[in-house]
């Protein structure tokens, strides 16, 4: 049987996710949105660059969670964007009652696929997501690490100018302004980036990290990013069909793991077939193990809101 994935949410992210996965022929995509006529629309407009692009995998919209049936993974994207002056807070209370209703539906009709989660506040819809669902952890995860690695290493190229493919590097926490980078293992072609730029450079890059999103949604003052985001869940995507057992930072439920347990938190994980294949602990200084710890409990203080 032909590979399937279902982006919940025809928004900008939704789109461009469902855009990139049949153009790299990864599965068929059925993009689902509740607003009549708008996920149709959007798959049709795709379907036709088919023979512009050249791509052969089949991509539909639809208004109704049935047609998720048989999917090998579900990409949720819908929910309300962050707004200037939004905290995760309010957001996470905007979008908690929609995550849960729509996970309902999914693990209804798809209950063996694989759950992506890329709405905001990301750990902790992620969280809601795998007690909702019902699904082994390996099965639920969040997008904001891969997502939060690629501002970084961006960042990080653009002031060495160099290649992004030339930096290294890993952020790990909260999807938000308690992420991790982990600096120990930022390099660039082997190097460690503290030995290429001063102390000072290195922490205003880290700090405009925490806020690479908001500062988008400043920019656009309406809406926020959807292109890296759509780029970074479509890397978990294939590394799933592909069961390449990439490492990637992921949102993923620890079980004592950085003596953290009972929460979503980035790390980084095996992604393959199965989904979460293995959670690794890396080496962290005592400064990131404790910021990655507090991470995690901001995470677990945003979920006893909902």
Known sequence: MKRKVSVIGAGFVGTMTAQRIVEKNLADVVLIDIVEGLPQGKALDIMQSAPIEGFVSRITGSNDFADAAHSDIAVFTAGFPRTPGMSRDELALKNGGIVQSVVKEIARHAPDCIIIMVTNPLD??????????????????????????????????????????????????????????????????????????????????????????????????????????SSSAVAMVEAILNDSKRLLPASAYLTGQYNIEDIYIGVPVKLGGAGIEEIREIALSDEELKGLRQSAEAVRETLKKI
Not at 126 to 155: E, I
């Open 124 to 229: 902790v819809m992620t969280h809601l997501a795998w007690r909702t669902s019902g699904f082994p952890a390996r099965r639920v995860m969040g997008m904001g690490g891969v997502l939060d690695t690629a501002r970084y290493r961006a960042f990080l190229a653009e002031e060495l100018d160099v290649p992004a493919s030339d930096i290294e590097a890993i952020v790990l926490g909260s999807h938000g302004d308690t992420m991790v980078p982990a600096n120990i293992h930022t390099t660039s072609k082997g190097i460690p980036v503290s030995q290429l730029m001063e102390k000072e450079k290195l922490d205003s890059i880290i700090e405009r990290t925490k806020k690479g999103g908001a500062e988008i949604v400043g920019l656009l003052k309406s809406g926020s990013a959807w292109h890296a985001p």
